[in-house]
């Protein structure tokens, strides 16, 4: 079992910064890959971004690529992202989530139905 933790949400104005952590506990010995979803009130949970185990493959939705990068050190479990250039429609709850798997771990997955672990969520506010 895998328990994630996410951190780092809280309220900024449009334009500013935020940085994620997603710190994983538990059985941490095995390889994962993780990813980043998020959820609007009244919308469904959507991806956001991914990366593979070893970091060196990462995946963005179209609607943040050029603003957020999703990063992890060295295969490690704590997990990053860096969003920049905030809008309003970023507002939502940020989840953090884990796919285990010494070969699946191989690759960045971008459909919720791919994980396995999810963290309770962080809220991200930005204000106009």
């Known amino acids: 079992q895998v328990q994630l933790v996410e951190s780092g949400g809280g309220l900024v104005q449009a334009g500013g910064s935020l940085r994620l952590s997603c710190a994983a506990s538990g059985r941490t010995s095995s390889r994962y890959a993780m990813g980043w979803f998020r959820q609007a009130p009244g919308k469904e949970r959507e991806f956001v971004a991914g990366i593979n185990w070893s970091g060196q493959i990462t995946d963005y939705a179209d609607s943040v690529k050029g603003r957020f990068t999703i990063s992890r050190v060295n295969g490690g479990n704590t997990v990053y992202l860096q969003m920049n250039s905030l809008k309003p429609e970023d507002t939502a709850v940020y989840y953090c989530?884990?796919?285990?798997?010494?070969?699946?771990?191989?690759?960045?997955?971008?459909?919720?139905?791919?994980?396995?672990?999810w963290g309770q969520g962080t809220q991200v506010t930005v204000s106009s």
């Open positions: 989530a884990a796919k285990g798997g010494y070969f699946s771990s191989a690759y960045a997955y971008s459909s919720t139905s791919d994980y396995d672990y």
